[in-house]
Structures are given as C-alpha cells and as structure tokens.
C-alpha cells in the first residue's frame, strides 16, 4: 500500500528561517538555530520529506544553495526546494545543490513554457505546482498577486501542464494553527487526478491526522516552527502511526545510528 | 573499499554519494573513466531520466562495452538504482524500443492501469524475497520511497522481491553479482541505508 507522507516546510530568507503567518514573515533563526532546535538529521525520521523555499527578494542568493546542500547532506529523504523560479538555470542551480524535486509558484501562470521546458527535462515527478488560495481566489508570487482565474479552472490547467503534484495553501489559514481548510480543500481535489500535499494551518498532531484520513490527500505539511519544535513533530507522528495504522511509514533511527560509519570499522577486500 | 558511482550526466547522485559517506566508505568515486570503472570494487548505476537519453549517454562515453566486461566477465558488483536497474534489463518500451545492457534477462514498460496514476510515487512496502541478500535483516515488508511510471517485467528467476500498484511488479531484483532496486534506497532512511549496506557487505 502507497503510505501517505507528512512534510515540513522550511521557509528560507537572506540567511534566516522564517515563521510565516497569513504570508507575512518573521524571523526565526540561520541555520545554526535550525541545526540546534531542529536537529535535521534526527528529526528526518519524523517525517517523509522536506521542502524548503527561498522567499529572498534577492536574487540569486548562493547561499540558498548552500544551506540547501547542507540539508540534502543530513537528511536521506526526498528534498524539493523552490521559491522565485523565473528561468532554466534556477531549476538547474536547485537540482545541483541536492533537490530531487522544484516548487515552482508563478511560471505556471507566466511562463508556461517554462514549465513545459522543466517537465520534459526533469520529469512531472519532479515538479511540484504551488497553489495559493485566499477567499476562494489563486494568488501568485508570495500571495501578492490575485488572478482572475476560478480555482478549479486553475487546477484543470496545471494539471494539463503534467505537474507531478500540487500543494495547495490556504493563505488565511497559513501559521496560525487554527487546522486546515477542509472546506476550501475538499472543494478543489474531489476530482484531482494528482497527488495533493495540504498546507496552511496545521498546529498539532490532530490536525495532520484530519489531513491524512482524508482520501484524496497524499501528504500533509506545515511549516509552523513554533508549533513543531523540539521533538513534538515525533510525538505527532508516532500518535498518527498509532491511531491510523498503516498511513505513515515508521523509521527505524536505531538501526540507522548503527550503520553510521559502519563501514570504517572493518577492513574488506 | 572503492566504490564508482558511474557518471553518465544523469541523475542526482548527491545523496548517492551522501548515503555512502555516512556508511563511510573511504574511496567514493563519482566518474565514468575506464581506469576507476575496472578498479572500483563496486559499482553504482545511478538514473533518473528516460531510458533512450540514458542508453545514449552511456554509449557516447563508450561505457557500454566496459561495463559489460566488468560486470558479466568479472563478475562485479553492481547496484543499479531506478532506471539503473531498468539499463541493466534487455530492453525498454519507453518512447521508442531501445536496447539495454543486457545483464538480466528482464524488459522495460509502463504502467498501463489507468484507474491509477502512471506516475508511482511515494514510500510503499517491498515483500522481502525470502533468499534476498539486499533486504536481509529488514522486516517481511520494508518501506522505500519510489518514483517511477516504468517497471521491469521478467518470466526469470532474477532473486524478485515485489511490490504491490494495481498488481504485483518488480520492486528489486539480485543476481548473482548483479542487483536492481527500482526504488531509491537513498532517500528511504533507515531501510534504504541497511540496503545499502547489505549490498556492500553481501555482493
């Protein structure tokens, strides 16, 4: 059976993490702070994936590239990154330095053909289409730009366009914690034929489990920082995998501690 | 103990090389030139992309004939991963009909179901094979994280553990010195590194 996955989200700008609310920002921490609070490599064994998103105006930030590098080398899960992807070379950049997947936001909408270019080099499954919903309309480059275009019909194109899967944001729900938009999301993936991660206001191991029954939805995420520090996102996990059986995968950190290095102590051939 | 990652320019090998590391191999080799190839002790077919660009690269870096005197004459092992272990099949059904390497006697096509995606993706459980040196000390039914819309099909006994996505498919195969695993034992944490491992210590 396909397990479902549960996702953090890391947001990341100008050398910091940021707590997002309602898209509005707040810094957190650089990597040290993430590195301390958020032990990555212990922590990966809460979860199936990560995302992280540069959401720096400016452009080009090298060191993106190397905080992502830094989290590919700690985590041996799937890694997707994005965040202000206008051109081939940022996708290029992204998959060098350790991506296995892109979050692309407003080519889909801009340059489609783009995206077209992104998925016949890479692959649809490697390609996940951010979707940002606010008052039942789509909002584009960071929820500052509303576009005329009906949710479900904006679904319907990217779709076509053979994105791998969608995450869908609920902007008004984004850091609060409040749980998430069942409305709004059972409205839009009924009918989607690709794999859906939800986002936007999960604050607790309940809310993720409301997520992941739910049929049509093939991952939860949150990028709440406050809400999951510590080890309160293994806790949540372990109360999922209890309650619902087989949803999630249960990762064994033991046995990988035990073959940290493993190979240094023998001598072969 | 050295072990060559073979570089034909597809795929990303970044957490190949991170899961070898942390096993910590000392000799971790990222190449496609002749002399690594013949003195690796082991290799690893890396792959993503489709099966004719990569056959095609791999023929343009003149591998074809090396890896074939390494792996069937010498009796090297080797780890294809994802479409590695597609390569290593006769032949591939992917856009057009192409020839692989050979080295199992196995063939490439697509998932046809229609009532699901054709796109595998995600963490899905493998059912250990019971003589499986690649899944030994896992648990009967082992999670690994999959992406891929083709699968390998074989009427042979090529060591099979399977996988369940609208029928039983091909989820890792091992023969002799040869192994395929169509998931990605490096992004699969605690099961994809024991994999791993398994595959330097028992091949």
Known sequence: MLRKRLIFVLIYCDGFFMQSRNFSLQKVGG???IEEN???RNISFALDEIVVLNVSKNKRSEEFYEVLKRIAEDVFIPISAGGGIRSFIDVVRLFESGADKVVINKILYSNPNLVKKIINTYGSQSVIASVDIKDKKVLLDSATLEIDVEPKDYFKNIIRMKVGEILLNSVERDGTGFGYDFEMINSLISSCSVPVIISGGAGNGKHLLEGLLLDNVSAVSTANLFNFVGDSLSVARKEIIKSSGELLVSWDSRLMGRLNNKFQKHIYG | MKVVIVDYGMGNIESVKGALKYLGVDKIILSNKLEDIRS?????LPGVGSFPSAMKNIKNFALIEPLKAEVNDFKKPILGICLGMQLMCKS??????TEGLGFIDGDV????DTKLNTLHVGFDQ???NDNSRLLHNLDETADFYFVHSYKVLSNSDIGQSMCDYGGDFIACYEKDNIAGVQFHPELSQSNGMKLI???????
């Open chain 2, 40 to 44: 690796a002790d082991k290799l690893i």
């Open chain 2, 197 to 203: 491992s398994n595959f330097i210590e028992y091949f």
């Open chain 1, 31 to 33: 990597i040290e702070w």
């Open chain 2, 109 to 112: 096509e697509g998932f046809l």
């Open chain 1, 38 to 40: 958020y032990d990555l």
């Open chain 2, 126 to 128: 493998v059912k250990k």
């Open chain 2, 92 to 97: 591939s059904n992917e856009g057009i009909k």
